[in-house]
């Protein structure tokens, strides 16, 4: 289970934002996490393209621009990245005396 975040950028700021929990890491579980987030920010789903895919599989994020919807949009951007989980690093040159 991963989550997903999406974010509307408006002039450089994060106007608005929505994080979704995808069913998995697979193609299918992110597009029903893409279309989740389209609905509660309450705008047009973008379309997806192969240049899509690559990013989030390289990077674990992508942005959609005006190109990628057929509707005007008031924004900017539109982008979504994958939130992975922070293990605690077992590193004892990382634990600052919480032991002591």
Not at 38 to 56: A, N, Q, S, V
Request: aromatic share 12%.
């Amino acid at each position: 289970m991963a989550r997903l975040w999406g974010k509307l950028i408006k002039k450089h700021r994060i106007w608005r934002d929505v994080i979704s929990q995808a069913d998995g890491d697979d193609a299918q579980a992110t597009q029903e996490a893409l279309s989740e987030i389209c609905y509660r920010l309450d705008i047009p789903r973008p379309i997806w393209l192969d240049k899509h895919t690559e990013e989030i599989e390289r990077f674990g994020h992508t942005s959609f621009t005006q190109d990628h919807f057929i509707e005007s949009i008031d924004f900017d951007k539109f982008e979504i990245e994958f939130l992975r989980e922070k293990h605690r690093s077992t590193d004892p040159r990382n634990d600052f005396g919480s032991n002591v």
